[in-house]
């Protein structure tokens, strides 16, 4: 298990915290980025409509 945590550990060095999936070279994920973008703004709106509802 020490060998696995260690591994953790430099992982989250390496990406600074964030999610990162493993992809084969050559594979286009510009498309998943675009989504998770639009995505997180429609999300905008609706949250501030909950903060201050008419």
């Given at each position: 298990?020490k060998?696995?945590?260690?591994?953790?550990?430099?992982?989250?060095?390496?990406?600074?915290?964030?999610?990162?999936?493993?992809?084969?070279?050559?594979?286009?994920?510009?498309?998943?980025?675009?989504?998770?973008?639009?995505?997180?703004?429609?999300?905008?709106?609706?949250q501030?409509?909950?903060?201050?509802?008419?």
């Amino acid at each position: 298990m020490k060998q696995q945590s260690s591994l953790d550990d430099a992982a989250r060095r390496l990406t600074n915290g964030h999610y990162v999936e493993q992809t084969m070279p050559g594979i286009d994920t510009s498309d998943v980025s675009e989504y998770l973008r639009r995505h997180k703004e429609q999300l905008k709106p609706e949250q501030s409509m909950k903060k201050n509802p008419k």
